[in-house]
């Protein structure tokens, strides 16, 4: 059975029709398939499944306690990179002796909750973070693992926000830095060298960058080998792309049956770290129509759902697919502008789509589980959307629709 699928021309989430399900919890909301999710997590576990390897979902993509916890329960390692994903990671069930920690500005409280917990890896992206986790493991009388996040400059050929492998982004250690770097770590009294670390961009749907940045970490692997060093793991990294729209990204089979072939023979067990390959087309947002308006040339269906739920589009000029939830032949098909309600023009979801649709109708808009809910916001005090996952026949709310008491919580009036 598909995750999402029209039948009798109804779109259904797994065994649920979506009309139902925007009746019972209303809209806009994030609607989630369990099945589309472990799906894909077993894929790139099975694909990795000839070599010693942990796959670790990539939290920041979809960070719901409750996708956390299946995952966890199939074993998931996780990759975060704030102390706040690291709570929700122990608070959903993960085992901390399967987190890395990534991210360029860890902070010192971060670094000693995770010492604290017990983490499998510190990602360290540059000598001054180096530093202070020696210092801080120091004071608490131990030893933290680390990986360097080396930055093998190549081009992921990926949207400029999104691509982190280059020189000149802020994400990890030059190559040419990086042996003296390694000689300089395995000095240090309470830090323990693991293994390479890297990251190049996310949303790649070429296998070649990969391929690079591999062949890059393993030479460098090389040359620390010969010095001496020891290395347990090598990590790289998450960034497999999605079909949003005509992509054809490698499946996760076909991406680690190449690091597979790449890193056979080799001693290391193998780290990834895949995010929006796993859960991005997992989710669908789910909306209503509110109006629709004529201005001039242009149509627009304005939509209850907008920027600050998905702000992809916004953003990155994503292209989100955009479908109707019951297929209808009897109204005239249009060119719509789907939009929001938030005030700003860039509130596009979907431009120039070739719709059948009319007030009151539902819309999905596609391949929304990864960087959806986890970047929105309540911009315009708009609370954030409620989110769902459909198992089988029975769906589940997963976080409740945010309340306007929710949004003033914590604001304070200034004393007459
Ligand atoms: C964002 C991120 C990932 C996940 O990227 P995807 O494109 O979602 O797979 C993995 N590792 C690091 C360090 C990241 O910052």
């Known amino acids: 059975m598909a995750a999402f699928e029209y039948r009798d021309e109804q779109l259904f989430v797994e065994g649920l029709a979506l009309d139902e399900l925007a009746r019972r919890f209303g809209t806009p909301a994030y609607v989630y398939s369990r099945a589309a999710i472990e799906a894909q997590w077993r894929a790139f576990d099975e694909g990795l499944g000839s070599i010693s390897h942990l796959v670790c979902y990539a939290v920041k993509a979809n960070s719901n306690l409750a996708v956390l916890n299946l995952l966890a329960r199939l074993g998931s390692g996780f990759d975060i990179v704030s102390g706040g994903e690291l709570e929700r990671v122990l608070c959903?069930?993960?085992?901390?002796?399967?987190?890395?920690?990534?991210g360029v500005g860890k902070s010192e409280q971060e670094l000693c909750r995770a010492l604290e917990v017990g983490i499998l890896c510190f990602n360290i992206e540059s000598e001054a973070e180096l530093e202070?986790?020696?210092?801080?493991?120091?004071?608490?009388?131990?030893r933290a693992p680390?990986?360097?996040?080396?930055?093998?400059?190549?081009?992921?050929?990926?949207?400029?926000?999104?691509a982190t492998g280059l020189k000149e982004h802020k994400f990890g250690i030059a190559m040419e830095d990086a042996v003296d770097l390694y000689r300089?770590?395995?000095?240090?009294?309470?830090?323990?060298?693991?293994?390479?670390?890297?990251?190049?961009?996310?949303?790649l749907t070429e296998l070649e960058p990969f391929a690079e940045a591999t062949r890059k970490v393993l030479e460098l692997a090389d040359e620390l080998l010969a010095s001496g060093l020891e290395l347990t793991h090598l990590n790289l990294g998450g960034g497999l792309g999605i079909r949003f729209r005509d992509e054809n990204p490698a499946t996760p089979a076909v991406y680690t049956g190449l690091l597979c072939e790449l890193v056979r023979e080799r001693p290391f067990k193998l780290l990834i770290e895949p995010g929006r390959a796993i859960v991005g087309n997992a989710g669908l947002l789910l909306s209503r129509v509110e109006y629709i308006k004529h201005s001039g040339s242009k149509h627009f269906a304005v939509v209850d759902a907008a920027m600050n739920d998905l702000m992809r589009p916004a953003l990155y000029q994503a292209w989100h697919d955009i479908v109707p939830v019951h297929k209808c032949t009897d109204i005239d098909s249009e060119t719509y502008n789907v939009v929001g309600p938030v005030c700003e023009s860039g509130d596009v979801l979907g431009a120039e789509r070739e719709l059948r649709v009319t007030a009151g109708d539902l819309l999905a808009v596609h391949s929304a589980g990864a960087y959806g809910f986890s970047m929105s916001s309540s911009y315009n005090s708009r609370p954030r959307a409620v989110e769902l996952m459909v198992d089988g026949n029975e769906v589940y709310v997963v976080r409740e629709r945010e309340r306007v008491e929710q949004l003033h919580a914590g604001e304070f009036l200034l004393p007459d």
């Open 92 to 102: 959903a069930g993960g085992d901390p002796g399967k987190i890395v920690f990534s």
């Open 132 to 142: 202070r986790l020696n210092h801080l493991a120091g004071e608490m009388s131990c």
């Open 146 to 162: 680390v990986s360097l996040r080396v930055n093998p400059d190549v081009d992921p050929k990926t949207h400029p926000y999104i």
């Open 184 to 203: 300089r770590a395995h000095d240090m009294s309470h830090i323990t060298v693991q293994g390479i670390d890297c990251h190049i961009g996310s949303q």
